[in-house]
Every structure is written in C-alpha cells, then in structure tokens.
C-alpha cells in the first residue's frame, strides 16, 4: 500500500494449515470437517462482506491475493461449490505461483495413509476409537505429529497434506471444473515464475533412470508406458551433452522462451536431465494450473463474463514466490525500481478496477487479455546490469548468477502463451488429458 497512491482496504487472515486444516480419512469424513483451512477462507470472506464498510471499504470490489499455496487457494475459491458462488464473496482474484496438488476423495487410500500415520505419531494406534484418542492429545502431541507428516508423508516437492474432494467445497477435479469454465468471480490476474521446479525436484538428476525413477515417485497412477509418453513430451537435446560427469558442462543462463533452446533443457540453474526434471515438475503442479485458470476465465470461453490476464516472472532468479518481495519487500538488488513500480501498479489497477490495464512508467505498456485459442501473456523480464552471484536460499550455499546495478532496466512484453518454450501450450494440453491418473 505504502507504494501507490490508490486508496484501498488490506485484510489479512489466517486459517488452520496441516492436519489441523487438511487432514481427511473416513473418520475425519464422518466426526469432523474436511478442507477446514478453506472454511476458515470462505469464513474470512464472508465478514469482509458484513463489516468491511465499517472500514471504508467497498464489498462489492473484493479482491482475493495468495502466492504458492496461497495461489492454490485463490483457484479453488474460483471452483468453490461447483462455480455456485458467483461474486457475492469477491470479484477479482490475484494468483502467483499457482499451486495444484494431487486431489483425492476423503476415501482414498492416500487419504487413509496420511490420517494412519498421525494416528501413529500421536500415540493413538492402538486405540480403539482413534478419532477420540485424537481429541484426547494436548496441542504440543498434535503439533509433534502435524510437522512429522508435512514434510515426510509425500514425495520429494509434494507434501503431506492437500484439499480433498469432499462432495461440496470442492465437487469435482478442479482441472475438469476449470475446462468446463464453471468459476466464481469475474476478474484474474494469474502468474508463475520462469523457473517453478527448482527446490521441489531433487538436486542430483543425472540420468534418465533417476527422472524416471522420480516421476514414478511423484505420479503413482501413471504407468511405465505412461512415464515414457511424459519423457516424450519433454525431450532432451543431448547434443553438446558430457559424456562423463567429469567433462565441462553446458553452460546455464536464462532463456528468452521463443528460439531454442528451451527451457526443456536449459535455465539459469540447470542443464540436461535435472533442467528436464524442473521443467516437468513445474508445468507439472505450477504452470499448467496457470494456464487452465487463465482459459476458464478467459473472454472468449465465458461470453464475456470474466477476464483473464496471465504474466510470466522472468527476472532471475525466477524461482518460485520470488514476485512476493515486490510488495512485501525488501526489494531484491536484482530487481530495479521500475521493475516493482509496473509490477504494483498493475496489481493496483486490478484491485481498483478489476483490470490491469496499461502499465509502466507512462501507461505505455499494453496487457492483452488471455483468451483460449489465441492465449498471450506478459513475460515482464529485465536488461542491463553486471553479473553478480547471490544465494537463493540464504545458509545453503545454492547460487546462481543474476544481473544487479543502476543499469538495471524493465523489459516487459506479450508473447503467445501456447508456442512459449518450445510449445508449452500443447505440453499443458497433454497434462489435462492425464489430469484423471494425476489426479487433479
């Protein structure tokens, strides 16, 4: 708020995460309540429909913002009650980093894994009602058992805990929901960063056994056969490749997502089979979902009902939430203030006006709508600047090169979202095809 001038109401929520939020099985279908965390959400909404006024807000120009996770929930208040709640909760939505996990029923035998396992961990086993023996434990016991299976109850960038398909909040796949173009609100600005997969794949793919190996991991409905159609999908161009691991490697840097190579094989972070892998997890669980989200609310596929516009982060680093310092700050030395000025200010006109409409220093800067069939999209990038190496993730010693100085300028322009990266748009079709065994 403090960087623009527009005059508008910021309310913060906070609902239940993990098992407190998340957890399901039979028991928790049959004693409590599924997909609390997003109940606690649509509860949220609702008092900023009775009392926002009080605030000098406006409840009929309600705008929902998340990033990762925090995206996710953005999309599944967009499916809500089967696209039944029109905008009589929000009307705009913001949506970064787009997060889509696995959804099973309550019933699922994933479902029962994860609720068995805390079971466990919090000591209630061998009881013989372990919904009560749950009900029993003080927080701490909860908590102990909630941070075991967050990180430990999924694969490697998955995690333990997942909104489930309860019949009601959520009454179908969402990818099916968001093909059928059957969404809440009227308005969505929706992103991802160019560089999603790194940190949820794991750091030392090297061959093409260990991705086929990971891909199982992380799709276990997906047969050898159906593995092999996704490597298809996502070829490698071996040439120029080592032939050892002690030969130099190719050379890493950010591509400009229209000549080859692609990011199937090349990034600012990696090359080969472990580029292959990030690329695949992020289109996979990240960028797709974009895309999808982006259709269902686009002109052409809604009679002109909603919009959609849909941007790539492209500054380097491009890793996954790193638009969320932009408004959350500090500022990164690798973005320049011209950079965040067009950045809020499109977000603010999506707040104020439902669109982000022309942006940039003098306005000068045309957003096209995405529409299903001729989908564009705003890569907003950078030039100039000295390269300098930063760590990411601070005390891990993971780096990368990245542009920082006074001769840092925005770069920002539409590019056709389905011929991006060597056919992005046809990969993300192939994704809903198998949407069924990932599922989502």
């Not at 009589?88 to 970064?96: F, H, M, P």
């Not at 890569?379 to 190496?389: F, H, K, R, Y």
């Amino acid at each position: 708020m403090d960087r623009t001038p527009k005059n508008f109401v910021s309310v913060v929520i906070q609902y239940r995460l993990g098992a407190f939020g998340f957890m399901a099985g039979p028991d928790i279908a049959a004693h409590g309540v599924l997909n609390a965390g997003m109940l606690d959400q649509t509860l949220a909404l609702q008092w900023v429909q009775r009392y926002i006024h009080l605030f000098g807000g406006d409840p009929s120009r309600v705008t929902i913002a998340g990033e990762s996770a925090g995206a996710g929930s953005v999309i599944l208040h967009s499916t809500a009650y089967g696209g039944t709640v029109g905008t009589s909760l929000w009307q705009s939505g913001y949506a970064a980093s787009t997060y889509l996990p696995p959804e099973y029923p309550p019933t699922h035998p994933q479902s029962n894994l994860v609720y068995n396992t805390f079971v466990e961990q919090a000591g209630c086993n061998g009881a013989k009602d372990k919904y009560a023996c749950l009900q029993s434990k003080d927080t701490l016991t909860l908590q102990k058992a909630n941070y075991q299976l967050a990180f430990h109850a999924a694969p490697y960038g998955l995690y333990g805990y997942a909104p489930v398909i309860d019949g009601d909040f959520i009454r179908t796949r969402t990818s099916v929901q968001l093909a059928e173009k059957r969404v809440n609100g009227k308005h969505i600005m929706v992103g991802t960063a160019a560089n999603e997969g790194v940190g949820f794949t794991p750091f030392n793919l090297t061959t093409q056994a260990a991705t086929m190996q990971y891909l199982h991991s992380i799709l276990p409905g997906f047969s050898a056969a159906d593995v092999a159609t996704v490597l298809a999908h996502y070829p490698l161009d071996t040439e120029g490749e080592p032939d050892s691991p002690s030969a130099p490697q190719p050379r890493k840097f950010a591509t400009d997502g229209v000549h080859s190579p692609s990011a199937l094989n090349t990034s600012s972070w990696a090359t080969g089979e472990q580029q292959r892998a990030d690329n695949i997890l992020a289109e996979l669980v990240f960028v797709c979902p974009r895309y999808w989200l982006a259709d269902a609310f686009s002109a052409k596929g809604s009679h002109g009902r909603t919009t959609a516009h849909s941007f790539q982060w492209s500054v380097i680093p491009a890793t996954h939430a790193s638009t969320e310092a932009l408004f959350v700050g500090p500022q990164p030395p690798f973005v320049a203030s011209e950079t965040v000025r067009t950045f809020v200010d499109a977000l603010t006109s999506l707040i104020t006006k439902g669109d982000p409409g022309c942006i940039g220093s003098n306005k000068t800067i045309h957003w096209p709508q995405w529409e299903a069939g001729g989908s564009r999209f705003l890569n907003l990038n950078q030039t100039g600047g000295v390269v300098q190496s930063i760590e990411v993730i601070p005390g891990t010693g993971f780096e990368v090169d990245a542009y920082v100085g006074n001769g840092l300028e925005g770069n920002v322009a539409a590019f056709d979202g389905d011929a991006w990266e060597g056919g992005r748009g046809k990969r993300c079709d192939f994704w809903r095809e198998m949407s069924a065994k990932v599922p989502y």
